[in-house]
């Protein structure tokens, strides 16, 4: 009982990251905050919603030998979080970097400090 | 199986198949074809056809997106209809 | 735009001739539905598969064993149809000749994690993961007995590790490890394997691809176990040949032919 109610305590706060990239995806105003939100906000949530289907896989658990199994779909779940912590924000950085190098310039408000054209040669 | 999953994801799935189609911009249709991939994926992974799906995700979602991609980077990107 | 028109008509009549024929299918998984229970007088297919296929090849999974054993003649060809699109991507794009210097593919030394600040995010990630990707590549061509999987998908996906190093370097630092020549060898002898179980069957006096004769070549007993194991050899097969087609497709496709640079 205890274990379910963790576990929906991560899906559930996996599912408000998800929300909040998405609302970021649409609501934020140029090409680098959009990926930024949609990049963080979905790794985030897809490991806490993973680590909650692991937890909630331990509901009926009672001894190691007898429910081995359940530790093995365990550590498959686990073997996916760590690949999506790897791959997802190196996803987002190639994505990004490929916007920088075709000329997408990000928005910056007239009043903010403007150091673009400095670094542009740098990188 | 949950029946209103399967028309949730069935009406994500036709509009993916109609923006693919309509769209004018050949780097947006691939994409969305890759969406559209993946939703049939979803759809027959939820049906209980396990090996289809995963067939579709490695074919249809992976690898097909990016020859897609290559082949538009070789060519034009604008459609001529 | 009068063709859009007439698209349109024919596309529309199409679907609705379709879907009228969609009212007369029976329920989703009904099971006194005739393709699941068969008509009077003749017993289903389906039925047999279900009830028997795990007696006669000691196979967990239903898919695997019609698809490779019972089914395996279709199998073959469209592993050939692969081979085809391949050979037809050569005949098209391949640029033979006219080359003016010969490319160089020594190794660089670490040249994935040397150049700018990107090549070395990317670059760290890919030698991160593309070992995993290919490790899960040969675990579900080699596991797909027992769950989903198989040749075609443990194949497609040890050519998608390939395209990742081809993505994330260039095309050169794929073509190392996998050189013009030896896909096109791999693409041959993938076939080879598939169509070498089906003669040993024939020379042995039965069938093309009846894989239960094999026994005695398998060190098994019975032709049960002859024929899981058959399973496993042709399933091997296939992941060879797609893995090397669909590296190909993708060296072609994304250097025009010349086999250089890449995207």
Redesign the interface.
């Known amino acids: 009982m205890i274990v379910t109610v963790i576990s929906v305590v991560f899906i559930l706060a996996g599912l408000v990251f998800f929300i909040g990239g998405a609302v970021g995806l649409i609501r934020f105003p140029d090409f680098y905050t959009r990926t930024h939100a949609a990049g963080k906000g979905d790794t985030l949530s897809s490991l806490l919603v993973i680590l909650g289907f692991s937890i909630y896989q331990l509901h009926d658990f009672e001894s190691f030998s007898h429910d081995w199994l359940t530790l093995l779909v365990i550590l498959k779940l686990l073997g996916i979080s760590a690949f999506i912590l790897i791959t997802s924000p190196t996803s987002t950085h190639a994505l990004m970097d490929a916007g920088w190098e075709d000329g997408t310039k990000p928005k910056i408000h007239p009043d903010r400090p403007n150091h673009l054209n400095d670094d542009c040669e740098k990188f | 199986m949950i029946f209103a999953f399967d028309i949730i994801i069935l009406v994500f799935l036709v509009v993916a198949a109609l923006i693919s189609l309509s769209v004018k911009d050949l780097l947006s249709a691939s994409m969305i074809y890759g969406i559209y991939g993946f939703l049939i994926c979803l759809l027959w992974a939820e049906?209980g056809a396990?090996?289809v799906?995963?067939?579709e995700a490695?074919?249809g979602a992976?690898?097909s997106t990016?020859?897609l991609i290559?082949?538009v980077?070789?060519t034009r990107r604008r459609s001529s209809d | 735009m009068l063709s859009k028109v007439f698209a349109t008509i024919a596309v529309a009549i199409t679907g609705s001739i379709l879907l009228y024929g969609v009212s007369d299918f029976p329920a989703f998984g009904d099971p006194h539905s005739p393709a699941n229970a068969g008509v009077p007088g003749s017993e289903s297919v389906s039925l047999y598969f279900i009830e028997e296929s795990y007696k006669d090849t000691k196979v967990p999974n239903l898919v695997t064993s019609v698809l490779a054993d019972y089914r395996g003649y279709d199998t073959m060809f469209e592993t050939v149809v692969i081979f085809a699109a391949g050979m037809a991507i050569f005949a098209i794009l391949r640029v033979v000749g006219n080359k003016e210097e010969e490319v160089s593919r020594e190794p660089v030394e670490n040249s994935f994690t040397n150049g700018d600040h990107s090549r070395i995010i990317v670059g760290t990630t890919v030698r991160i993961v593309v070992p995993v990707i290919q490790l899960f590549a040969l675990y579900v061509v080699a596991h797909g007995h027992h769950s989903p999987g198989g040749g075609f998908q443990g194949g497609v996906i040890l050519g998608a590790s390939f395209i990742i190093i081809a993505l994330a370097e260039n095309l050169n630092a794929a073509l190392r490890r996998l050189s013009e020549q030896n896909y096109v060898r791999l693409a041959v002898v993938g076939i080879f394997i598939y169509a070498l179980f089906g003669v040993m069957a024939q020379v042995l006096g039965r069938n093309f691809l009846d894989y239960g004769v094999l026994a005695p070549l398998l060190f098994t007993d019975g032709p049960e176990m002859a024929r899981s194991h058959s399973m496993l050899g042709v399933e091997v097969g296939v992941a060879f040949t797609v893995t090397a087609i669909m590296f190909a497709i993708y060296a072609n496709l994304s250097s025009r032919g010349q086999l250089e640079k890449g995207l």
């Open positions: 049906m396990v090996d799906a995963f067939t490695s074919v992976g690898v990016v020859l290559a082949t980077f070789n």
